[in-house]
């Protein structure tokens, strides 16, 4: 269970992630690109923080990841100068890639193409033959 220090980090973590990758995209002139930090979670001892990462177009998720995995330490850093107000010591920065976008396009996809995967075994109202 996350304290509310805990929480409250986070929620400053995630705002300022979010406003240095997408002026990162800026200054770099990437266009037709969406990075998003969908959720952080921060360790009990608040050093290590967990940054979840949703990419849209989700072809370029992993390399985007990759390249912020790579980065850790300059995104770190620039956090850092950005918190150090409000923060003592700047927790290290896990990048992961946050698929949930993909998982509900897919089961979008899935009800409309009429492919129910409960039909091809076994059914609530009859069971498999």
């Not at 923080?49 to 620039?78: G, I, W």
């Not at 290290?92 to 890639?97: I, T």
């Not at 976008?101 to 109202?125: F, H, V, W």
Request: aromatic residues 4%.
């Amino acid at each position: 269970m996350e304290t509310k220090r805990q929480k409250r980090i986070a929620k400053i973590l995630q705002k300022d992630l979010a406003e240095v990758l997408q002026g990162e995209i800026r200054r770099a002139g990437i266009k037709n690109m969406l990075v998003s930090v969908t959720k952080t979670y921060v360790t009990p001892d608040l050093t290590l923080a967990r940054v979840y990462v949703s990419v849209f177009p989700s072809e370029k998720a992993d390399e985007v990841v990759d390249a912020l995995r790579q980065n850790a330490k300059l995104v770190k850093h620039e956090i850092a100068q950005r918190v150090r107000h409000q923060l003592r010591k700047m927790p290290d920065l896990e990048f992961y890639r946050d698929d949930s976008l993909d998982y509900i396009e897919n089961i979008e996809r899935s009800l409309k193409e009429g492919d129910n995967p409960l039909e091809e075994g076994e059914t609530p109202d009859k069971p498999a033959e």
